[in-house]
């Protein structure tokens, strides 16, 4: 089976997750939005099925694993609407002008955001579209949790190794600075992945770009012309309707895939195989 060493990845970014967030979110559990409770619910629950899922794949428990892969349709919706909270989160203080910090940062935010709901979606798609292809399906899976570890590492960079950051933007952009490198590194070793594999590096090539384009766009949206006028278009949407929409987008992904992976033959699963 490929990427045997696959557990020891999801559990290390399992522990940058709770290290960035430790100080802004588990130690202040009980005064932050709901949508933020969602959205650590949600994404965590992510990465431990697909911690999960390596370890029952390689321990020769198909069935379990199978089992936990019908669970995702399940779970995949509520990340992407977890992922919406946030935006819409992000949105309402943007609009509310609560802090200087918001409003130089708001923007990114919420272009991050979008850019990482992209992201999972076509991952997720492409998991189900080629699970004959074991290679891939995994690719695919495992590729997930590169979108938003720039999420929870730029936060350690920024608390525990600040000598990384060496763009040396002032004030809130610094924190920019870090996503911008976090996302840089992401990139790198997708690459990597995608090299020493390229007949079926195409999931770790689709996370590059993605990444890298995630970088580019929070390191410049505050100067996009027209992303306040968006924001004002989104925050006159009532949040049950984005929420909904998240959820549907996130099903719908689910069901296209798995329709479209019924077209796979089967030799492609064993060509993946050999």
Same mark, same amino acid.
């Given at each position: 089976? #490929?990427?045997?060493?696959? *557990?020891?990845?999801?559990?290390?970014?399992?522990?940058?997750?709770?290290?960035?967030?430790?100080?802004? $979110?588990?130690?202040?559990?009980?005064?932050?939005?709901?949508?933020?409770?969602? @959205?650590?619910?949600?994404?965590?629950?992510?990465?431990?099925? %697909? %911690?999960?899922?390596?370890?029952?794949? *390689?321990?020769?428990? #198909?069935?379990? @694993?199978?089992?936990?892969?019908?669970?995702?349709?399940?779970?995949?919706? %509520?990340?992407?609407?977890?992922?919406?909270?946030?935006?819409?989160?992000?949105?309402?203080? &943007?609009?509310?002008?609560?802090?200087?910090?918001?409003? +130089?940062?708001?923007?990114?935010?919420?272009?991050?955001?979008?850019? =990482?709901?992209?992201? $999972?979606?076509?991952?997720?798609?492409?998991?189900?579209?080629?699970?004959?292809?074991?290679?891939? *399906?995994?690719?695919?899976?495992?590729? +997930?949790?590169?979108?938003?570890?720039?999420? #929870?590492?730029?936060?350690?960079?920024?608390?525990?190794?600040?000598?990384?950051?060496?763009?040396?933007?002032?004030?809130?952009?610094?924190?920019?600075? +870090?996503?911008?490198?976090?996302?840089?590194?992401?990139?790198? /070793?997708?690459?990597?992945?995608?090299?020493?594999?390229?007949?079926?590096?195409?999931?770790?090539?689709?996370?590059?770009?993605?990444?890298?384009?995630?970088? /580019?766009?929070?390191?410049?949206?505050?100067?996009? #012309?027209? %992303?306040? *006028?968006?924001?004002? =278009? &989104?925050?006159?949407?009532?949040?049950?309707?984005?929420?909904?929409?998240?959820?549907?987008?996130?099903?719908? +992904?689910?069901?296209?895939?798995?329709?479209?992976?019924?077209?796979?033959?089967?030799?492609?699963?064993?060509?993946?195989?050999?």
């Amino acid at each position: 089976m #490929p990427y045997r060493y696959a *557990h020891y990845f999801v559990g290390f970014v399992l522990l940058v997750t709770v290290a960035g967030f430790w100080a802004s $979110y588990f130690t202040r559990i009980g005064g932050v939005p709901p949508a933020f409770h969602v @959205h650590a619910f949600s994404a965590t629950s992510w990465l431990l099925l %697909l %911690l999960a899922q390596s370890l029952t794949i *390689h321990s020769r428990q #198909p069935g379990v @694993h199978r089992l936990m892969g019908r669970a995702s349709f399940a779970l995949f919706p %509520l990340l992407i609407a977890g992922f919406v909270m946030i935006i819409n989160v992000t949105v309402e203080r &943007y609009m509310a002008a609560e802090s200087p910090f918001v409003m +130089t940062l708001g923007p990114s935010f919420g272009v991050g955001m979008v850019v =990482a709901i992209a992201a $999972y979606l076509t991952l997720f798609y492409g998991a189900l579209r080629h699970r004959g292809n074991i290679r891939l *399906h995994a690719g695919y899976m495992l590729a +997930t949790p590169l979108i938003l570890f720039e999420s #929870p590492f730029s936060r350690v960079m920024g608390e525990f190794f600040p000598w990384m950051n060496f763009i040396g933007s002032e004030g809130p952009r610094e924190v920019l600075d +870090t996503i911008v490198i976090s996302d840089g590194m992401v990139a790198l /070793f997708a690459l990597v992945l995608y090299a020493r594999d390229r007949r079926n590096g195409a999931p770790w090539l689709i996370a590059a770009g993605f990444v890298t384009f995630q970088a /580019f766009a929070m390191f410049t949206a505050s100067g996009w #012309p027209l %992303l306040e *006028h968006a924001f004002t =278009a &989104y925050a006159s949407i009532p949040p049950a309707l984005t929420i909904l929409a998240g959820v549907l987008a996130g099903a719908a +992904t689910g069901w296209a895939g798995w329709e479209k992976g019924k077209k796979t033959r089967p030799a492609k699963a064993v060509a993946a195989a050999g």
